[in-house]
């Protein structure tokens, strides 16, 4: 993947001339910007420094292709780009070893090119990797049990402990009940056995 840097004094500025220079639009570029003081008179000096969204995908079909080739499988892929992330589906010839264990697998394998892509452009990239939704699923089943188990705590008066999740799943677990009256939610523990306990909130 090449990377473009820019150095000027006004970010704005600078994002307007990559726009124009690599005759694409804000929404196709993924970039970052360093703010720092230069001289003796302090003057500020920003760096901004841009990669193309296409040739990240680019980069992210091949990577996913020799990681998911090594384990054995045939694999096609379909990319979306939404507004806040580019969504790549996985679509193999055994779905259930490419998701693995609670989607352990998958993940993994969306850690690992996130960090790949970091490391070749110093960028950080939301790549989200999905088989046949099985993070959609995932995220509304755990919705579901959130909420079931909250109105068990509201019943009852008693705490509930769900079973441990990673960030992300916790923070769901958190968003979806944080209007809930009658019912607050902490994490506790430590990684990777931290979970979300759901208490009564009087």
Avoid: W
Wanted: net charge positive; proline share 1%; glycine share 4%.
């Amino acid at each position: 993947m090449k990377t473009y840097i820019y150095e000027g004094k006004n970010e704005e500025e600078l994002i307007l001339t990559a726009l124009k220079e690599l005759d694409v639009k804000e929404d196709e570029l993924l970039y970052v910007t360093k703010e720092e003081t230069t001289g003796l008179l302090k003057k500020k000096k920003i760096t901004l420094k841009v990669v193309l969204k296409s040739d990240v995908l680019e980069f992210s079909k091949k990577f996913i292709k020799n990681i998911v080739s090594g384990m054995g499988l045939e694999i096609k892929l379909e990319t979306k780009r939404k507004e806040n992330h580019i969504l790549i589906k996985l679509h193999s010839n055994n779905n259930s070893i490419l998701i693995g264990k609670n989607g352990r697998t998958l993940n993994s394998i969306q850690i690992i090119l996130r960090q790949a892509i970091y490391v070749n452009t110093g960028i950080h990239a939301n790549i989200v990797l999905d088989v046949e939704n099985y993070k959609e699923k995932h995220q509304r089943s755990i919705e579901y049990l959130a909420k079931k188990l909250a109105k068990e705590v509201l019943q009852t008066g008693i705490e509930i402990k769900m079973d441990s999740m990673n960030s992300f799943e916790r923070r769901l677990v958190h968003e979806v009940l944080k209007n809930l009256k009658g019912i607050k939610t902490e994490s506790e523990g430590e990684e990777p056995n931290r979970c979300v306990v759901i208490k009564p909130s009087k």
